[in-house]
């Protein structure tokens, strides 16, 4: 699957993650910041391309869009890489407004409806920071008590 990075901070990281996958390549990057493109390009050797402006990522060949970059514009991009027949993985935050939640839902629904569906993933990442693990380890222990609601 070739994919598509918007973002060169979080999703470099990603970046490098995915491309360990058999049948993954990170072939396309955007960042607005021209400093922090250049150290995504260098963490991402097997880039075809990497873009300060997004109509060239937008017009770049693949089928897997992640959306890494500014919190506060992931639904805006989402909706049009589903719009475009891409595949989806958002990180948090999915959305700022209801309207933008509304919005968002609509658009997978008929991402959902089309003849070659596309997928919407929400990458909610607190699960691997270390302050949750840390608690997980010590509930394990036995040190926390016990588990009450969650």
Same mark, same amino acid.
């Given at each position: 699957?070739?994919?598509?990075?918007?973002? &060169?901070? =979080?999703?470099?990281?990603?970046?490098?993650? *995915?491309?360990?996958?058999?049948?993954? /390549?990170?072939?396309?990057?955007?960042?607005?910041?021209?400093?922090?493109? +250049?150290?995504?390009?260098? /963490?991402? %050797? !097997?880039?075809?391309?990497?873009?300060? @402006?997004?109509?060239?990522?937008? !017009?770049?060949?693949?089928?897997?869009?992640?959306?890494? @970059?500014?919190?506060? &514009?992931?639904?805006?991009?989402?909706?049009?890489? *589903?719009?475009?027949?891409?595949?989806?993985? #958002?990180?948090?935050?999915?959305? @700022?407004?209801?309207?933008?939640?509304?919005?968002?839902? /609509?658009?997978?629904?008929?991402? @959902?409806? #089309?003849? #070659? %569906?596309?997928?919407?993933?929400? &990458? +909610? !990442?607190?699960?691997?920071?270390? %302050?949750? *693990?840390?608690?997980? =380890?010590?509930? /394990?222990?036995?040190?926390?008590? +016990?588990?009450?609601?969650?």
């Amino acid at each position: 699957m070739r994919i598509g990075i918007l973002g &060169a901070g =979080r999703g470099a990281y990603l970046g490098q993650i *995915l491309d360990r996958y058999p049948g993954a /390549r990170v072939v396309a990057l955007c960042d607005h910041d021209a400093v922090r493109l +250049e150290q995504g390009r260098q /963490r991402l %050797p !097997n880039l075809e391309a990497a873009y300060l @402006n997004l109509d060239g990522w937008y !017009n770049h060949d693949f089928e897997l869009a992640v959306i890494a @970059n500014d919190a506060t &514009a992931h639904a805006a991009h989402a909706i049009r890489a *589903l719009a475009q027949g891409r595949h989806v993985l #958002s990180e948090v935050v999915a959305c @700022n407004t209801l309207a933008e939640a509304v919005a968002l839902a /609509r658009a997978v629904d008929e991402a @959902n409806r #089309s003849a #070659s %569906p596309a997928v919407y993933a929400f &990458a +909610e !990442n607190c699960c691997t920071m270390r %302050p949750t *693990l840390e608690i997980k =380890r010590l509930y /394990r222990a036995g040190d926390l008590g +016990e588990y009450q609601y969650g």
